[in-house]
């Protein structure tokens, strides 16, 4: 295990890490320091997000459809393909959402003017003010969490986290490609 700073506090992980050691010995749990933190701190994340989106009326699921449709800046609103690919997400999963958001009146499906067989998912009237609102609670609130970092702390781990979703992208496109061929 690496050498914990003098006044650095032991968290969770750190736990985790000397409990599995113990357990396992032939194994080497150290990658639980990065990725293990990367799940807890997306765990805690979602948590405080929903916590953050509920006077909304939203849960972090909806506040990432309504918001990648606000995002992308056509008024024309964007094919379901492209909705979750945004949201890192199913088929079905996305389909799921956007029947949730149209029962909301947040978002409506309607014909893609590019192609008469497919349609278009656009925010509602409704979808835009309230996405407005709570993205700018979100971007306060999450600015606060960053805040527990100085910004070189945030420079440093912005390039870091930067470095290993690339590499996690990369790979996801090259399987995706390997599948193709």
Known sequence: MHAMHKNQANDAIDIFIAEWARQRPDLD????????????????????????????????????LLASLQRSGDARGLRPTALYEACMLSSGATTN????????KLATRK??????????IALTKRGH????EAMTEHSYRAQ?????????????????????????????EKEAASARS
């Open 29 to 64: 749990f150290q990658y639980l320091a990065t990725v293990g933190r990367v799940v807890r701190i997306a765990a805690h994340l979602r948590e405080r997000m929903d916590t953050w989106l509920k006077p909304f009326g939203l849960t972090w699921e909806m506040f990432d």
């Open 111 to 120: 014909p893609d003017p590019d192609d008469g067989r497919a349609a278009r």
């Open 129 to 132: 003010a309230i996405t407005a």
């Open 144 to 172: 606060e969490i960053a805040d527990h970092l100085t910004q070189r702390e945030q420079e440093t781990l912005e390039a870091l986290l930067r470095k290993l979703l690339r590499g996690l992208e990369t790979a996801k």
């Open 97 to 104: 959402r956007i029947d949730r958001a149209e029962k909301l």
